[in-house]
């Protein structure tokens, strides 16, 4: 790789880490390509030599973003199964920690909503995300049964349902309330089967 092919993936991956932190704290609508490039040092006119538009940039942000996220949960879980493996994600995932910091943390909350108003490119960027971390999920939850899409597409509406109400009423008791339930609801369900 050359100097000026490095120097060029060095500042994609910066515009890239803007994109993400804005899009996590402020939806699709409100992270602008002006400031995702002043977030990434740079001025407007190098957006394009980087990407074809914003709706590139936001499903390279997504995909980015949410294959760090999924990854880290599922690595976390390590070798565990079953319900152990359940209260590890939703206890690292509806955590007051996760609530308290979205720019750290999963984009969902704040671009779910605008997805559905979005080009097929982020649609189909966020559908491909969710459907390869159901399937790393449902190996990692699975216990003796055969892995199950439908059970982690369920844990994951879970997951984000509970932690975009709780995100939404910080600071007021039941959003504590709402991270705890959707826990042990999580793993109730896990335990009964």
């Known amino acids: ?11 994609r991956q910066d515009i ?15 992270a602008s390509v002006a400031e995702v490039m002043k977030g990434a040092g740079l001025t407007v006119g190098g957006f394009y030599a980087h990407f074809e538009s914003k709706e590139a940039l936001v499903s390279a942000s997504l995909r980015q973003s949410l294959r760090e996220l999924w990854g880290d949960l599922v690595a976390g879980a390590g070798k ?9 994600v939703v206890r690292r995932y509806l955590s007051r920690s996760h609530r308290d910091n979205p720019g750290e943390g999963c984009p969902l909350p704040a671009v779910v909503a605008d997805v559905a108003l979005a080009g097929e490119p982020v649609r189909e960027a966020l559908a491909h995300e969710l459907g390869d971390y159901a399937e790393a999920l449902a190996e990692c939850i699975a216990d003796e049964s ?3 899409r439908q059970r982690a597409l369920a844990l994951l509406s879970l997951m984000y349902g509970g932690l975009s109400l709780a995100r939404a009423l910080k600071g007021t008791p039941i959003s504590d309330e709402i991270l ?7 793993r109730q369900a896990f335990r009964n089967d």
């Open 1 to 11: 790789m050359t100097v000026r092919t490095e120097q060029k993936e060095r500042t």
């Open 16 to 30: 890239l880490a803007s994109a993400t932190r804005l899009l996590r704290e402020r939806g699709i609508g409100g």
């Open 80 to 88: 565990l199964r079953g319900v152990e493996a359940v209260s590890f």
């Open 146 to 148: 055969a892995p199950s």
């Open 180 to 186: 705890k339930s959707c826990r042990d609801f999580a």
